[in-house]
C-alpha cells in the first residue's frame, strides 16, 4: 500500500448522486437512526465512487460528508483507510490483482508482468480508458488462485496467457464472462470429481432405503449418466416405494457382519467355575465378562487358542492386536500350569 | 459507600480506589509512575500507545493500565484483590518493546528538534528505552502538514498518539484534525491541509508528545532550559488565565499555560500563548512630546512637566479614561492623582456604558464563575459571544455541554459556538416576556435547579446598557438562579483591566464626565490610560496624555506620551471578570524608560503639588486593600456569595422594544489590544480568519 491521495485536478469541482442511485441511499440511510446515519458513511461513499466512474473524487467526498452531516475530516479518514475506496481516476475495467502468498506461489508475479505489459504501471489508466490496475491484498478466492478481480468479478485460475486474452478482449470493448478459466466447476477438482462418484452414496441404497424423496429428476435411465463430470449420480426418486428399514433388518445386518478366523470353542463350564480371567494382565471386569460370553472360562482355554481363534477373538473385541501385544497365551499358560500344580 | 470502591494491590500494597478509576489512575494513588504517552486527563481514553502497560498476575498479557477500568477487573481465584506489577522485569520488557516500535520510525534529530528537553518521548526513551536500535531498513518519512501560522508540523516525528485530534474533536469543538491512512501510512492531518480554525489550536503544541507540532513563531528560538520562567497572569482576556512567561534575556520567548483548575484548567487561547512577539514591536520606551504637530522624544522631566502644567490647568476640564489593560496600582495612582487635583472626571468604561455606577460589585462580576458552568444544568448567553471573549470558558461551557447535558441558549449574534444552543433571539427586544416563551430550551431553563445568566459587557455598552442588565437579572431571579446555594448572574467582561478599575472605583466622580462625554469634547486635558479601543475623532484640539506600553491609536493621537510597563514587565494586580483578584509576575525589564504606570502618577503628583501618600508599589497595594478589602484575597473568587445583593430585584427594564440587535464585541479576536495589534503573528492569523493567504509563505 502506498501513499493514498486525492487527485484533486482530475476530481473536478463537483459531484452529483446519479437519480437511479437515489433509492439505494434511502436504503442504506434507513438501516441507522437519524442521529445515527454517519453509520452509513462506507455503503454511501461505495455508491458515490460507483456513480463516479470507480473511483472516489474529493468533491464526492465532500458530498457524502454533507449528506451525513460529518466533518469532511471524518469521511477523509474513512476515505484514506479502507483501499477498496480509490482516489485516483480508474479505467473502465479496473484490475484488482491479488497478490498475496498463495497467489504468488501459483503465479500471481507472472499475472503482474501481463498487466505491466498491457496496461502500464500500477495504477495508471490506459490512453483509452478502458484499463488499469493495481495489486491487492487476499481477496480469498485463494482455492482458484491466481485471481484477479476485474470490477465486481472474480476472474480465476489464470494463466499469463488467459489473463493477455481477458485483458485483450477488454481492451477491445468485447466483455468477458467471469469464472474460472480452466477444465473445473466453481473450485471443485480440475477435470472433474475425483471422489464420492458412486451412485449409491447418494440414492439411499447404503441404507437398505430404496429411494430417497425429493431428490431432482433424474435425466433418465435407471442408473443415468452424471449430467457433468464430477457430479455424483442421483437415482430416480420416488414417493411411492419407500421404505422403512425395520429394526430386525438392522440387526440382521448386524449379524452378519463377518469376522475373520475362527472361533474359539466354548467350554462347558460355566463362569463361576471357571479360572479368575483377570489374572491375566490386560483383561479387565468388562473384557472377561465379554470372554465369558463367548464360553470362555478357563486359562486352559485361553493357552490353547490357535492362531485363527486370537485372530477370531481380536476382532470381536475391536482390539487390534492386544491380544498378542500383551501375550494373553503365554500368560494364560503360565497360569494354567500353576493352577495345576 | 464500599460498593463503589475496588480493592487492589499494587507492588505490594493494598489500596481502595474508586470503581470508575482506570488502572492507571489506581497505580498513581499507590504512588507508582506509570509512563504514557497517548493518554491525557483531560481528553478520552483511546488506548493506542500502549506505553502504560502493566501486569496484572494470571492475565495471560501486559494491561494497558489507561484502558482498563478498575471496576471491570477479576478477583484472583482464591477471592484476594488482584494483583498489579508497575515494574518488574515483565513490565519492564513490555515497555522496552513498545518503546523499541516507537522509535522505529523515529527520527533521531534531537538535536535539533524544538521539543528537545522537554519531550515525553525523549524523557520516557531515557527511562524504559533501549540504548541502540536494531531496525536496519529505511526509516519512514511523511510530509509536513499546513496547520496555520502558529502551528509547525515536523509529522515524520508524530508517533500517532492522537491527542491532537482528540482535542481539536473533544474540546476545542472543531472536527478539523484527523488520523488518515493506516498502519505505516497513517498521518496526522488537518483537512487538505487547512489552517486549523479554532481560538484554542496552540493548545496541541503542549499536548503533543513529541516534537511533531510545535510552536511555529517559536521556532529555533531558545532551548527550555535557557528561559526564565515566570509564574503570571494573562491580561488578553478577562478570565485571568494562568501562564508561564519564557524569557531570555531581555525578550519574551513563548507564553505558556500554567494549570488553574478553576480558571483555564490547563488550556490556553491562541492570543494569550502566542500575543509575545507584539510584546517586543511598537513599544513606547522613551516619553515623547508632540511639537509643531510632530512627536519628538522628550526626557521624562520635560513630559512631566508639561504633563503637570496641563492638568492643572482646569479641574472641570480634565478628565481619565482607564483602557482594556490598566492593572489595579495604575487605576488606584492614576485616580488618587486626579481626587487631589479635584478632577471628577474619571472613567473606565467603554464609551456609552452606564453600569457599575452604583458600585454594587454584584452587578458586574461573572457571580456564577467560570468553573459553575459545570454545575449549571442550563445557561442563558445574552449579548455575548464566549468563543472569542472567554474562548478558554468556551471550551468548558462545551465540555459541560457534553457531559452534563447542560442546555444552552443565547440572545445575540446567531455563531458557531461548537455546541448547539437554542437561539432565542438576536437583541435586547427578546429579553421581553422570555420567559414566557415554550421553547424547549425556556423549559428546561425554567425547571433548572442552577440555571446561569451570563450577560456580556458588550450588551450594556449604549443606552439599553442599564435596562438589558436589569431585564437580564430579572430573568435570573424569575427562573431561580438566585439562591442562597447559587448566584447564577454575572457580567462576562473581556477586558482584563474593567473588574479591577471598576474595584478601585474608577468611574465618575460627582458631576464628573463619563467615558462617552470625554470623548465628545468635554474636556480640554485627556490621560488616557492604555485607552486605545476608543473613538478619538470627536476630541477637537483636547490636549491628550498618553500612559501606556504601545504606540497603537492611543499614543498616535496623543500630544504627551508617557511610557509604561506592559503586563510582563511589573508584578501588577487584575481582576478577573469572576472578580478573582491576580497578580501577574515581572518576567523581564521594562523598555527603555518605560516605568510602571503608578510610578509615573506618582512622580505627577509631586510637581502637581501634592503628594501621594505612597513610595513604593508595597506600600500602594496597601492602599488599595483598605480601599476595598475585595483585594486582600488573592486568588479567590467570591461566587456564590454574592447572592444576598443580587437578591433584591432591580429596577422594572424600560420596555426593549425596538431596541437594536446586539452587536459582535469585537470585529477581529486576534487584534483586540494594542499589544496584540503590535504582534506579527496574531496579524497572520487574523489574515488567515479573514480567508487570506498568510503574507509569510508557509515553511
Known amino acids: ?341 | 459507600m464500599a460498593d463503589d470502591l475496588f480493592k487492589l494491590n499494587i507492588d505490594g500494597k493494598d489500596i481502595e480506589v474508586p470503581k470508575h478509576y482506570t488502572l492507571m489512575q489506581a497505580c498513581e494513588e499507590a504512588g507508582a509512575e506509570i509512563p504514557r504517552f497517548c493518554y491525557h486527563e483531560r481528553l478520552s481514553v483511546a488506548g493506542n500507545c500502549r506505553m502504560c502497560l502493566v501486569q496484572w498476575k494470571g492475565a495471560p498479557k501486559p494491561i494497558a493500565s489507561c484502558a482498563q477500568t478498575v471496576g471491570d477487573m477479576r478477583l484472583n481465584p482464591d477471592g484476594t484483590p488482584p494483583n498489579i506489577l508497575t515494574s518488574g522485569d515483565y513490565v519492564e520488557k513490555a515497555r522496552n518493546g513498545v518503546m523499541e516500535f516507537l522509535l522505529i520510525n523515529h527520527p533521531l534529530d534531537c538535536p535539533i528538534c524544538d521539543q528537545g528537553g522537554e519531550c515525553d518521548l525523549q524523557d520516557q526513551a531515557m527511562a524504559y528505552g533501549r540504548s541502540g536500535s536494531r531496525y536496519a531498513l529505511n526509516k519512514r518519512a511523511v510530509e509536513n502538514k499546513n496547520m496555520g501560522p502558529l502551528v509547525k508540523t515536523i509529522m515524520t516525528r508524530c508517533i500517532q498518539c492522537t491527542r491532537c485530534v482528540r482535542f481539536a474533536a473533544e474540546v476545542a469543538g472543531v472536527e478539523e484534525l484527523g488520523m488518515i491512512s493506516r498502519g505505516e501510512d497513517a498521518e496526522i492531518t488537518t483537512y487538505l491541509e487547512k489552517s486549523l480554525s479554532s481560538e484554542l489550536s496552540g493548545n496541541v503544541i503542549d499536548l503533543c508528545p513529541v516534537g511533531a507540532l510545535t510552536s511555529k513563531p517559536y521556532a529555533y528560538n531558545a532551548r527550555p532550559w535557557e528561559l526564565r520562567k515566570t509564574e503570571s497572569i494573562d491580561i488578553m482576556d478577562a478570565m485571568g488565565a494562568g501562564i508561564r512567561v519564557d524569557a531570555k534575556g531581555a525578550g519574551v520567548m513563548r507564553i505558556m499555560p500554567v494549570i488553574n483548575e478553576e480558571v483555564n484548567e490547563e488550556w490556553l487561547s491562541d492570543k494569550s500563548r502566542f500575543v509575545w512577539d507584539g510584546l517586543a514591536r511598537q513599544r513606547l520606551d522613551k516619553p515623547y512630546v508632540r511639537e509643531n504637530g510632530k512627536l519628538r522624544p522628550a526626557s521624562w522631566s520635560e513630559a512631566l512637566q508639561k504633563t503637570a502644567e496641563a492638568l492643572k490647568a482646569s479641574k472641570e476640564k480634565t478628565g481619565f479614561i482607564a483602557g482594556d489593560l490598566v492593572e489595579v496600582e495604575q487605576a488606584r495612582a492614576a485616580l488618587d492623582l486626579a481626587r487631589s487635583l479635584d478632577i471628577a472626571s474619571t472613567d473606565c468604561r467603554p464609551a456609552g456604558a452606564t453600569y457599575g455606577a452604583d458600585g454594587v460589585r454584584e452587578k458586574y462580576i461573572l457571580n456564577p464563575t467560570l468553573m459553575g458552568v459545570e454545575e449549571a444544568d442550563a445557561l442563558l448567553l445574552i449579548g455575548t459571544n464566549p468563543r472569542v471573549e472567554a474562548s478558554v470558558w468556551n471550551a468548558r461551557i462545551r465540555k459541560a455541554w457534553l457531559w452534563n447535558d447542560l442546555q444552552v441558549g443565547l440572545v445575540g449574534e446567531g455563531v458557531d459556538l461548537t455546541y448547539d444552543y437554542d437561539h432565542l433571539g438576536t437583541g435586547p427586544a427578546d429579553l421581553d416576556g422570555l420567559l414566557k416563551g415554550d421553547s424547549a430550551f425556556v423549559k428546561a431553563f425554567k425547571n433548572a435547579k442552577r440555571p446561569m445568566v451570563v450577560v456580556g459587557e458588550h450588551a450594556l455598552v449604549g443606552e439599553n446598557g442599564l435596562d438589558v442588565l436589569n431585564a437580564a437579572h430579572q430573568i435570573a431571579l424569575d427562573a431561580g438562579a438566585i439562591t442562597e446555594e447559587w448566584s447564577g448572574f454575572g457580567v462576562l467582561h473581556n477586558a482584563a483591566g474593567r473588574v479591577g478599575a471598576l474595584d478601585t472605583g474608577f468611574v465618575p466622580g460627582e458631576g464628573g464626565l463619563d467615558t462617552k462625554a470625554m470623548l465628545e469634547g468635554g474636556v480640554d486635558t485627556l490621560v488616557l490610560l492604555g485607552a486605545d479601543e476608543l473613538d478619538l475623532s470627536k476630541l477637537g484640539d483636547t490636549t491628550v496624555i498618553y500612559v501606556g506600553s504601545h504606540g497603537d491609536r492611543g499614543a498616535s493621537r496623543a500630544d504627551i506620551i508617557l511610557p509604561s510597563a506592559a503586563y510582563t514587565e511589573m508584578e501588577a494586580t487584575y481582576v478577573n471578570t469572576e472578580g478573582r483578584v491576580q497578580m501577574t509576575g515581572k518576567a523581564v525589564q521594562p523598555k527603555g524608560e518605560a516605568r510602571e504606570a503608578w510610578a509615573i502618577f506618582r512622580a505627577l503628583s509631586e510637581l502637581t503639588g501634592k503628594p501621594l501618600s505612597y513610595d513604593s508599589a508595597d506600600q500602594l497595594r496597601e492602599q488599595i486593600r483598605e480601599h476595598n478589602p475585595v483585594f486582600a484575597g488573592l486568588g479567590f473568587a467570591p461566587g456564590k456569595s454574592g447572592h444576598e445583593a443580587l437578591s433584591k430585584a432591580p429596577e422594572k427594564a424600560k420596555t426593549l422594544a425596538g431596541a437594536r440587535p446586539f452587536e459582535a464585541p469585537f470585529e477581529d479576536f486576534y487584534l483586540t489590544n494594542p499589544i496584540a495589534r503590535a504582534s506579527k503573528t496574531m496579524a497572520e492569523c487574523s489574515l488567515m480568519k479573514r480567508g487570506l493567504e498568510t503574507p509569510v509563505a508557509a515553511e
Open chain 1, 1 to 341: 500500500m502506498a501513499l493514498r491521495r486525492f487527485d484533486l485536478e482530475a476530481g473536478g469541482e463537483t459531484f452529483a448522486f446519479k437519480a437511479e442511485t437515489e433509492p439505494t441511499i434511502a436504503f442504506w440511510l434507513g438501516k441507522y437512526p437519524e442521529d445515527k446515519k454517519r453509520s452509513a458513511v462506507i455503503p454511501l461513499l461505495w455508491l458515490a465512487q460507483k456513480d463516479n466512474n470507480g473511483w472516489l473524487s474529493e468533491p464526492a467526498m465532500r458530498t457524502v460528508a454533507d449528506r451525513l452531516e460529518m466533518p469532511y475530516i471524518r469521511v477523509y479518514e474513512v476515505a484514506t483507510f479502507y483501499t477498496m475506496f480509490r482516489l485516483q481516476p480508474v479505467g473502465k475495467n479496473h484490475v484488482q490483482l491479488c497478490g498475496t502468498t498463495p497467489c504468488m506461489l501459483r503465479g500471481a508475479n507472472d499475472l503482474k508482468k501481463v498487466c505491466e505489459k498491457r496496461i502500464g504501471k500500477k495504477m495508471a489508466v490506459t490512453d483509452d480508458g478502458r484499463l488499469s490496475w493495481e495489486e491487492v491484498e487476499c481477496l480469498g478466492a485463494c482455492v482458484n488462485a491466481p485471481m484477479v478481480q476485474i470490477n465486481d468479478y472474480y476472474y480465476e485460475d489464470l494463466t499469463p496467457e488467459s489473463l493477455d486474452e481477458i485483458l485483450s478482449r477488454l481492451a477491445g470493448g468485447v466483455d468477458v464472462p467471469p469464472g474460472t478459466f480452466v477444465d473445473r466447476q466453481n473450485s471443485a477438482p480440475i477435470g472433474g470429481a475425483t471422489t464420492l462418484k458412486e451412485a449409491a452414496l447418494f440414492d439411499g441404497s447404503r441404507n437398505g432405503v430404496s429411494g430417497l424423496p425429493n431428490l431432482p429428476e433424474a435425466t433418465k435411465g435407471d442408473n443415468p449418466e452424471p449430467e457433468a463430470k464430477g457430479e455424483p449420480a442421483r437415482s430416480k426418486p420416488t414417493n411411492t416405494d419407500r421404505e422403512e428399514p425395520s429394526k430386525a433388518t438392522v440387526e440382521a445386518a448386524d449379524e452378519e457382519v463377518e469376522l475373520e478366523g475362527e472361533r474359539p470353542a466354548a467350554s462347558e463350564a460355566n463362569a463361576e467355575g471357571g479360572d479368575d480371567l483377570k489374572k491375566i494382565k490386560g483383561i479387565g471386569p468388562k473384557i472377561e465378562k465379554q470372554l465369558n460370553e463367548l464360553g470362555v472360562n478357563t486359562f486352559a482355554q485361553i493357552a490353547a487358542w490357535s492362531g485363527d481363534n486370537v485372530k477370531w477373538v481380536d476382532g470381536y473385541l475391536s482390539f487390534r492386536g492386544r491380544i498378542e501385544r500383551e501375550s494373553w497365551i503365554e500368560q494364560a499358560k503360565t497360569l494354567a500350569s500353576e493352577d495345576k500344580s
